[in-house]
């Protein structure tokens, strides 16, 4: 329940600006918050000073920030390391840096814990140099939506790391800085992007966790089709937040909304541009294998393989676990190629063993399609071992387990 109740309020906090979701909430009561849903952004007010929506500069981040999604992180730091030189006490350039240890996290399901403590102190020292301008001038929104977007995102890590005091402290922070900075919505789709995600989520979560309901009661009401509306806003205009709009709406689309074309559509964008960022190239992978392109899906399969091979950054376990077993698949059912077919569920499950994710679909569906195959080539005993390890995996409940079992009784005397 409390995982739950910290992934709802993650997706509203860390989401705020540039994120990929957070979690946890107040260590006291929780508080109302109001914030107004925006449909048209109004013309733009005074913003002189703020970096953020400062032309020239984005101007001369565009390279940095695209080499960072590319995940050409050390080109990208070196401009935002130079960036710092020059405003050393604004919190961009320390989040930039921070947002760029968080890309090197993401490809790995936010398992390794190789670049935690660069990304707390870059994270630590946004808040920093936000308080700082904030304490100034508490109508500075700029200054209010890096506090919420650092704290959530440090609430987002602790939370994955079961750091609970922390990311409650962090999560209620950044609740009362979202809060601040939403009068900057009609500044910039930057300041828009927190409340799209609230928009759309605060709905779905309870439409989908009953046993939320009571805790959404202190939070207004959201609206999923504004959400995604504005969504589409900030993807289409926002700087620093549109490759993040387009992160969430493709998951939207592919997991919320059963629209994989939408999804398909906004991914091959993203993967156009940046080719090799890991992650987008293998959802990018799992979308034509589901609509059924499987000629796409196994060349872009192939290319994440070699990726890995050749250790470019970003590329792992995770991604071999997703194109080895999406090749197998082709080979097994599209070529009939049996002996390619094995030696990819092989790597799969390979992968999978090195992520730590035996849990994991393809890891249960390796081992189901290994024992079909021997089934199929009569080599019973083979097949009998392979649907023991599905047996083991799988709860009596899963269709994988019944098959197992229908197996073993059929083959008593193996």
Not at 325 to 349: G, P, V
């Amino acid at each position: 329940m409390k995982k739950i109740v910290l992934a709802f309020l993650g997706i509203i906090l860390t989401n705020l600006a540039f994120g990929q979701g957070s979690k946890e909430q107040s260590d006291t009561a929780i508080r109302e918050v109001t914030i107004q849903s925006v449909e048209v952004i109004p013309a733009a007010g005074n913003i002189k000073g703020m970096l953020l929506m400062d032309k020239d500069i984005q101007y001369e981040l565009e390279g940095a920030v695209d080499n960072m999604y590319n995940f050409k992180y050390e080109l990208a730091e070196k401009q935002f390391k130079s960036l710092r030189r020059r405003y050393p006490n604004h919190p961009l350039p320390y989040f930039l840096m921070g947002l760029s240890q968080w890309w090197k996290i993401v490809p790995t399901n936010i398992q390794t814990l190789a670049y935690d403590d660069l990304f707390f102190a870059y994270m630590d020292s946004t808040i920093m140099k936000a308080e700082k301008l904030y304490d100034a001038n508490n109508k500075d929104y700029e200054a209010a939506f890096f506090l919420s977007a650092a704290n959530g995102f440090a609430g987002r890590l602790h939370s994955e790391r079961s750091n609970w005091r922390k990311a409650t402290i962090a999560s209620k922070r950044s609740l009362e800085y979202l809060e601040k900075a939403k009068a900057g919505n009609g500044l910039s789709p930057e300041f828009l992007f927190g409340e799209a995600l609230f928009n759309y989520y605060s709905i779905w979560i309870h439409e989908n966790y009953k046993m939320l309901r009571p805790v959404l009661a202190f939070f207004p009401s959201g609206d999923k089709r504004l959400g995604i509306k504005q969504l589409r806003y900030v993807a289409n205009n926002g700087f620093y937040t549109g490759t993040e709009a387009k992160f969430f709406l493709m998951k939207i689309y592919a997991n919320e909304e059963g629209n994989m074309e939408a999804a398909l559509d906004l991914v091959k964008g993203l993967v156009e541009k940046y080719p090799n960022n890991a992650y987008f190239q293998r959802f990018y992978a799992r979308a034509l294998f589901v609509q059924g392109h499987f000629t796409m899906a196994e060349r872009v399969c192939l290319d994440i393989l070699s990726k890995l091979d050749r250790r470019m950054p970003g590329y792992e376990a995770v991604s071999g676990r997703y194109a080895s077993y999406i090749l197998a698949y082709i080979n097994q059912n599209k070529y009939r190629d049996f002996q390619k077919a094995k030696a990819y569920y092989q790597n799969s499950i390979m992968f999978a063993e090195m992520s730590n994710e035996r849990d994991s679909g393809y890891f249960v569906n390796s081992y189901l399609n290994l024992a079909r195959i021997a089934k199929q080539e009569r080599e019973l005993k083979t097949a009998k071992h392979y649907y023991n390890i599905v047996l083991e995996a799988t709860d009596k409940k899963h269709a994988a387990n019944k098959e197992a079992k229908d197996f073993m009784k059929a083959h008593k005397k193996i």
